[in-house]
């Protein structure tokens, strides 16, 4: 027997294990999941994001502060019709939901589209691209 076949292989997850990760937390209302799936390099993009807020965040930090300093407008309640698009690369993938909730401010129901682009190496979030509909974001800043 060589090394290779007695030393026990630790499988590092793809990037749709890492997104079903990060949901499972974001369906019990618990960011945590992700934040620990980030990489520290990670960038975060919201190409559509309302004007005023940033469309690119680079690093763990940043991402984190972006977070942190505007509080939570929209209480999550469910991510439906969820599919993943599983790339060649298993590090690549593209994930399609929906996403429903209550907008804090007003009370109204929040019903969103997301398109998900996710790249992960050794197991963390390296590249996440969240393309979701604008003006549901715009109305629920009240």
Do not use: C
């Amino acid at each position: 027997m060589t090394n290779a076949t007695t030393h026990a292989t630790r499988e590092v997850p793809g990037a749709a294990e890492v997104f079903e990760r990060a949901l499972a937390g974001f369906r019990a209302n618990d960011p945590l999941p992700w934040i620990a799936l980030l990489g520290e390099d990670a960038v975060l993009e919201l190409p559509f994001n309302p004007p005023g807020k940033p469309q690119r965040l680079s690093g763990k930090d940043n991402i984190l502060s972006y977070f942190q300093s505007s509080p939570a407008t929209i209480d999550f309640n469910s991510f439906t019709n969820v599919r993943i698009h599983p790339m060649i690369d298993s590090d690549w993938i593209v994930a399609e939901l929906t996403a429903s909730g209550t907008v804090q401010t007003t009370g109204e129901a929040y019903d969103n589209r997301y398109v998900v682009v996710l790249h992960t190496r050794e197991g963390l979030i390296r590249l996440q691209r969240d393309y979701f509909n604008p003006l549901m974001a715009l109305n629920s800043d009240g």
